[in-house]
């Protein structure tokens, strides 16, 4: 699976979007991006995955770049719940390799 | 539909002495996964099974860790004898065969320390 590249931290105030970045620049055509979050002293949550188009759920959207080297998650109204460490995770569904790679991700603190 | 389910919590052992983990995945998830989860640092995959059988272990400390899955359906991991650098938190995961979203559902973890 393709590396990623992620800032360690960011804030965001509360009710305002927060626009996480990764950078994915050697993945291949047949992987997806996937984002998953940890909340403290809790597993990580899915959250949302594409391949190339935009996609959006009742959590995030998911944003792609044309040349798929790199994505934003957006959580467009963000709360103190949202806190968290999201982890941008690139992944070839068609290598029956089942597991997930996680980076260290960004810590994201929402500001009150 | 209930969650991983993890036991215990927490535990505090001390090194050289032995420490097992129970995991009950979804009920009708084919895949199971271990994760160790070292403060700071992302989840490591340590052993991936389908039903009962071994998929991928090839990060599992052998001399050390031992996994098994019984029937197909819980999980037990054992740390004999322990190490201070296996404090962590180990992650249980499941996730269904075939499916759209091939997303994987976690536990709370159970977090371990060993003085």
């Known amino acids: 699976d393709a590396k990623t590249t992620q800032p360690p931290s960011m804030d965001c105030a509360e009710g305002r979007a927060a626009n996480l970045p990764c950078n994915h620049s050697?993945?291949?055509?047949?992987?997806?991006v996937y984002w998953y979050r940890q909340i403290h002293s809790q597993g990580p949550q899915y959250i949302i995955h594409?391949?190339?188009n935009n996609e959006t759920n009742e959590m995030a959207s998911l944003i792609i770049t044309e040349d798929r080297k790199s994505s934003t998650l957006i959580l467009p109204h963000a709360t103190l719940r949202d806190t968290a460490v999201y982890y941008c995770i690139v992944y070839g569904r068609d290598t029956g390799r089942r597991a997930l790679t996680f980076g260290s991700g960004t810590r994201l603190q929402v500001q009150p | 539909e209930a969650g991983v389910a993890q036991s215990p919590r927490y535990k505090i052992i001390e090194k050289r002495q032995s420490v097992a983990f129970w995991c009950n995945p979804i009920?009708?998830?084919?895949?199971l996964y271990w994760y160790q989860q070292i403060l700071g640092q992302g989840p490591k995959l340590l052993i991936q099974f389908q039903n009962n059988g071994v998929v991928d272990d090839s990060q599992l400390p052998k001399d050390r860790f031992s996994a098994e899955r019984l029937k197909g359906v819980d999980s037990t991991l054992k740390i004999q004898p322990a190490k201070l650098e296996d404090s962590a938190v180990y992650l249980c995961?499941?996730?269904?065969?075939?499916?759209?979203?091939?997303?994987?559902?976690f536990g709370p973890g159970t977090r371990l320390t060993v003085t």
């Open positions: 009920s009708g998830h084919a895949t």
């Open positions: 050697t993945i291949s055509g047949n992987e997806y």
């Open positions: 594409g391949l190339k």
């Open positions: 995961a499941s996730s269904p065969t075939g499916g759209l979203t091939y997303e994987q559902y």
